[in-house]
């Protein structure tokens, strides 16, 4: 598919459905967690996630020879993987999809916020700056607020998520200020899962059991994830980013918090307070104007 200037009916369908998608995703690592203990699942499905873009990639006939240079930029973005999953997947052990949701998508504003002194190009404008102060006020929300489904309302959840959210925003940030930048995305999420699978498989025995009564719907969530979520949709969306611009891609973004607190909601059957509703509000916005495109002078 050619390279298009702005988002089509095809895109933005697309792009909705990913946010969806990466909403359901939080489900189904809260509903596996009861089956495998959290680490250890995210061990697996960085193993088994390896696997299948290898595969992938041997299938296209494309290349996985290590590019010259690329060693410590790929031995870091896995180290951020690792960080990144072990938060998120704790977190949703201790705390609910839907505050998770409201706290870990604001990932964009964390990355404005190092672009802005690591990234040349990327400076705060006014409005960027604005979103960001609207984002900080919602995540202030949620983590004062201690509502949840069921009282289900942890500090260390939320603060949890907070840390996946900046650990996420490492991770783009590596692939684009690194030599990682000059390799193809297949290759920078190989080295994501190739680099995370021992180092989470290692630190998995330290949180206690590995399985907890595992059900088959506790393997069909560890296999969603691997199939669905890490091999097809991660290369799904790196595909769109490589047709649409980045900016508008982006904007799609605050899509999932507002789909993981309805699904949140809808499935599990977790509260959603008002102070939630405001935190959502709040973090969408900022959302909205951080990923606004930067008008130029002509």
């Not at 009916?9 to 909705?16: C, E, I, P, Y």
């Not at 996985?64 to 930029?73: C, E, F």
């Not at 930048?181 to 999420?189: A, G, I, N, S, Y």
């Not at 909205?288 to 930067?294: E, K, M």
Request: net charge positive; proline share 4%.
């Amino acid at each position: 598919m050619p390279r298009k200037s702005r988002i089509d009916a095809f895109g933005a369908v697309s792009l909705t459905g990913f946010a969806a998608l990466l909403a359901f995703n939080q489900v189904v690592i809260k509903v596996t967690n009861d089956g495998l203990q959290p680490i250890f699942f995210a061990g697996l499905r960085s193993l088994f996630g390896a696997l299948c873009i290898y595969l992938w990639i041997r299938a296209r006939g494309l290349s996985a020879r290590i590019a010259p240079g690329t060693v410590p930029a790929g031995l870091l973005i896995g180290a951020l993987f690792a960080v990144e999953f072990i938060c998120l997947f704790l977190a949703l052990d201790y705390t609910t999809v839907t505050r998770v949701s409201v706290i870990f998508y604001t990932m964009p504003i964390w990355l404005a916020l190092a672009g802005h002194v690591l990234i040349e190009g990327e400076r705060l404008t006014m409005m960027k700056s604005a979103g960001l102060a609207l984002a900080f006020l919602g995540v202030s929300v949620a983590i004062v607020s201690r509502s949840g489904g069921d009282g289900e309302a942890s500090l260390l959840g939320d603060l949890l998520a907070l840390a996946a959210a900046m650990g996420w925003a490492g991770i783009a940030l590596c692939a684009r200020a690194t030599k990682l930048k000059e390799v193809r995305p297949e290759m920078q999420l190989l080295w994501q899962l190739t680099v995370s699978a021992p180092i989470l498989l290692a630190l998995a025995p330290l949180y206690g059991p590995l399985l907890r009564d595992p059900q088959a719907i506790h393997w069909a969530g560890l296999a969603f994830q691997v199939v669905v979520i890490v091999s097809a949709g991660f290369l799904f969306w790196l595909w769109l980013l490589s047709i649409y611009p980045a900016a508008s891609v982006a904007a799609f973004s605050f899509l999932s918090p507002i789909f993981g607190v309805a699904l949140g909601w809808a499935l599990l059957d977790e509260a959603v307070g008002w102070e939630i509703g405001v935190a959502l509000v709040l973090v969408s916005a900022g959302l909205i104007l951080v990923n606004r495109p930067t008008r130029t002078a002509r």
